[in-house]
C-alpha cells in the first residue's frame, strides 16, 4: 500500500490567490513528520515546511502552512498569495520513526503534485 | 555555507560499465541518503547512512548497487554492469538529527 498518496497530478491556480495541495498518508506509528519539498524545473529540491505527528498547531512558514489532519491522516499545503514563482512540483514526505528521538530514518515520498501558476 | 554537492551533474555511460556517482554533505551531518528520481516520479528511497555504517539499505533494488561511506563524511554510489533502465537522476540528501533532509542537485546517469 501506498504510504503517500497525492492525488492530484497537476493543479492550475491564478496568481495572487491560495491553492490546496493534497496529501494523505499512511502508518500505524505513533510518531512520525510530514514534509514538504518543491522541486522547479531545475531540478533541486527545496524543503518548505514539517509537521511532527505531537505537534499539536499546524506548522507555518511565511505563506505555506500545513493543514494537518490527524485523525483524517491528512497534510495538506496550502499556499497563500500565489506568485509565478511557485509553479513547480511538489512533494509530500513522511518520516516514521517508532521510536522517539532514536533512528532518523529515510524519508517516503509521494507522486508529487505539478503546480501551474497562471498571471 | 556550502550545500551537499553532487559529482559529476551528469554522467552518460554504455550499458554495462561500471559508474561511481560522489556526494559531499553538509559538514556536520550524520546522516546521508541516496535517492533515485525517474522523470515524472517522486524521489525513491535506495539507502540511508547514519555515521559509516548503512542504517538502512532496503531501497537498493539489486546487488548490482552498493553506497559506502568511509569516514563518515563523503559518500559514493557505485552501480556495476549499468543496465538502461537504471537511466535517472540520483539525489543525494544529509541531514542533522531529526530536522529535514537538505538535498544536492543530483546527478542525471544516462545508459546508452
Known amino acids: 500500500a501506498q504510504k503517500i498518496t497525492q492525488t492530484q497530478p497537476g493543479m492550475f491556480v491564478q496568481e495572487k490567490e491560495a491553492v490546496t495541495l493534497d496529501c494523505t498518508y499512511d502508518t500505524s506509528d505513533q510518531s512520525y513528520g510530514l514534509f514538504w519539498y518543491k522541486q522547479p524545473s531545475s531540478g533541486e529540491m527545496i524543503f518548505l515546511i514539517y509537521?511532527?505527528?505531537?505537534?499539536?498547531q499546524n506548522a507555518t512558514e511565511g505563506r505555506y502552512s500545513l493543514n494537518f489532519q490527524k485523525a483524517r491522516k491528512s497534510a495538506n499545503l496550502v499556499i497563500s498569495a500565489s506568485q509565478l514563482g511557485d509553479s513547480a512540483m511538489y512533494f509530500c514526505?513522511?518520516?516514521?520513526?517508532?521510536?522517539?528521538?532514536?533512528?532518523?530514518?529515510?524519508?517516503?515520498f509521494g507522486k508529487g503534485t505539478k503546480l501551474s501558476v497562471k498571471p | 555555507g556550502a550545500g551537499v554537492s553532487q559529482t559529476p551533474s551528469n554522467k552518460v555511460t554504455e550499458k554495462g560499465k561500471y559508474v561511481e556517482l560522489r556526494c559531499d554533505p553538509i559538514?556536520?551531518?550524520?546522516?546521508l541518503y541516496w535517492y533515485r528520481q525517474s522523470l515524472g516520479q517522486g524521489p525513491e528511497f535506495l539507502i540511508y547512512?547514519?555515521?559509516?555504517?548503512?542504517?538502512?539499505d532496503s531501497g537498493l533494488p539489486n546487488d548490482r548497487f552498493f553506497a559506502v561511506r568511509p569516514e563518515g563524511s563523503v559518500s559514493t554510489l557505485k552501480i556495476q554492469r549499468t543496465e538502461r533502465g537504471d537511466s535517472a537522476v540520483y539525489l543525494c540528501a544529509s541531514s542533522l538529527g531529526r530536522g529535514p533532509l537538505h538535498f544536492g542537485n543530483g546527478t542525471r546517469l544516462t545508459v546508452t
Open positions: 547512512f547514519q555515521g559509516t555504517g548503512a542504517a538502512d
Open positions: 514526505a513522511m518520516r516514521e520513526s517508532p521510536n522517539y528521538g532514536g533512528s532518523q530514518g529515510n524519508l517516503i
Open positions: 559538514s556536520g551531518h550524520t546522516a
Open positions: 509537521q511532527g505527528s505531537y505537534d499539536e
